[in-house]
């Protein structure tokens, strides 16, 4: 039994998307979030309970409901592509809660796939930003460098271990650690 109506929804329970045709508000041309599927959302608030960061923070527009108003204000030009707006697509964890739990069958997953490249291309995020993207990306792709990262880690909790129980123990900087 399946929970998504495939059944054409009355059009005054759809949300709109007011924008110009060949206009696409904060995004480019290169496939940005379709209308079709954000009007899909009818708002009845069923992710809500579904998703993670919803439940942790409770803010509307970190719940898949208030993503998908935020790609229709997008779409429209209504909103700037700013800090705030981004950080509420980064915050989705990705888990697809919300996609099982919609009555209305929102394709949440096509939505945020199509937000996301629109993010990376059309904003500049900061420089620590970047460097710390750019480090995930090259490192938890390849087993052999996550691998060579983990025995660095290892090698600071040692080393981390044995400082802080020198300290811990009175002594001063530089002294050695006795053997039981």
């Known amino acids: 039994m399946t929970t998504q109506s495939t059944a054409p929804r009355d059009e ?3 949300v709109h998307v007011g924008h110009a045709p060949g206009r696409n508000g904060i995004f480019d041309q290169h496939h940005p ?3 079709e599927r954000i009007s899909d959302c009818v708002h009845c608030g069923f992710c ?3 998703c993670p960061t919803y439940a942790l923070w409770g803010e509307e527009m970190d719940s898949p409901r208030g993503r998908v108003y935020l790609m229709k ?3 429209e030009g209504a909103v700037a592509l700013d800090d705030i707006y981004v950080q509420h697509f980064d915050a ?3 888990c697809m809660a919300c996609v099982t739990a919609c009555p209305s069958g929102v394709r949440y997953d096509e939505l ?3 937000v996301r490249p629109q993010l990376e291309r059309n904003y500049r995020r900061r420089l ?3 460097l710390f993207r750019e480090m995930i990306f090259q490192l938890f792709p390849y087993p052999s460098r996550l691998r ?3 025995l660095f880690g290892a090698v600071y909790q040692r080393i981390e271990s044995w400082s802080g129980r020198a300290f811990s123990n009175g002594c001063r900087a530089g002294c050695r650690r006795s053997r039981p």
């Open 112 to 114: 945020i796939e199509a």
């Open 73 to 75: 204000l997008g779409k």
């Open 148 to 150: 060579l990262a983990a």
């Open 92 to 94: 989705c964890l990705g």
């Open 33 to 35: 979030p379709a209308d």
């Open 12 to 14: 005054n329970q759809r």
């Open 48 to 50: 809500l309970p579904t």
């Open 128 to 130: 620590t930003d970047r």
